[in-house]
């Protein structure tokens, strides 16, 4: 198989590969970038468990060919923790019991991390619809709607 070279942004930090032309973004993170937080569940984009942002976008990492992500800026739930401090939905997730297995958590909380970022007071229906492409078979996605809402507060409120 033939190798492509890739550079991007992960997390902040410049990386470069070579990878195997038609490696998945979610196999490279995983096992040449040595970020984990992705998981891959069903490896056929219907859990979202693999979701990642890139360039701003949700996307399923199992699905996007890496080498399409040449220049990209790409976030993780890896990444969203600074200097040792959780973001705002990771402390929700926490505070609100939203995680059981975790193996969903950080396709959630990705997914909600695009939804605050554009609509930082989003109604309940406005969580429901953003999660809907992530699957949950532990939680009953309460107390994950409720941990989204929260860390919406505390971020409205941490802006006053």
């Given at each position: 198989m033939a190798k492509v070279p890739v550079q991007f942004s992960l997390?902040?930090?410049?990386?470069?590969?070579f990878v195997d032309s038609g490696?998945?973004?979610?196999?490279?993170?995983?096992?040449?970038?040595g970020d984990t937080s992705p998981k891959g569940g069903c490896l056929q984009g219907?859990?979202?468990?693999?979701?990642?942002?890139?360039?701003?976008?949700?996307?399923?990492s199992c699905l996007t060919l890496a080498e399409t992500c040449d220049g990209a800026d790409i976030q993780t739930t890896a990444g969203l923790a600074s200097d040792g401090v959780l973001?705002?939905?990771?402390?929700?997730?926490?505070?609100?019991?939203?995680?059981q297995c975790g193996f969903c958590t950080p396709g959630?909380?990705?997914?909600?991390?695009?939804?605050l970022?554009?609509?930082?007071?989003?109604?309940?229906?406005?969580?429901i619809e953003a999660l809907s492409g992530n699957v949950c078979r532990c939680t009953g996605y309460e107390p994950i709607i409720r941990a989204?809402?929260?860390?919406?507060?505390?971020?409205?409120?941490?802006a006053a």
């Amino acid at each position: 198989m033939a190798k492509v070279p890739v550079q991007f942004s992960l997390n902040g930090e410049e990386k470069a590969e070579f990878v195997d032309s038609g490696s998945t973004l979610l196999k490279v993170l995983r096992d040449k970038m040595g970020d984990t937080s992705p998981k891959g569940g069903c490896l056929q984009g219907t859990c979202g468990s693999c979701s990642v942002v890139v360039d701003g976008e949700l996307r399923l990492s199992c699905l996007t060919l890496a080498e399409t992500c040449d220049g990209a800026d790409i976030q993780t739930t890896a990444g969203l923790a600074s200097d040792g401090v959780l973001h705002p939905l990771q402390r929700a997730f926490m505070d609100e019991f939203a995680a059981q297995c975790g193996f969903c958590t950080p396709g959630m909380i990705m997914a909600a991390k695009v939804l605050l970022d554009a609509n930082p007071d989003p109604t309940r229906e406005d969580v429901i619809e953003a999660l809907s492409g992530n699957v949950c078979r532990c939680t009953g996605y309460e107390p994950i709607i409720r941990a989204v809402l929260t860390a919406a507060r505390s971020n409205s409120q941490n802006a006053a």
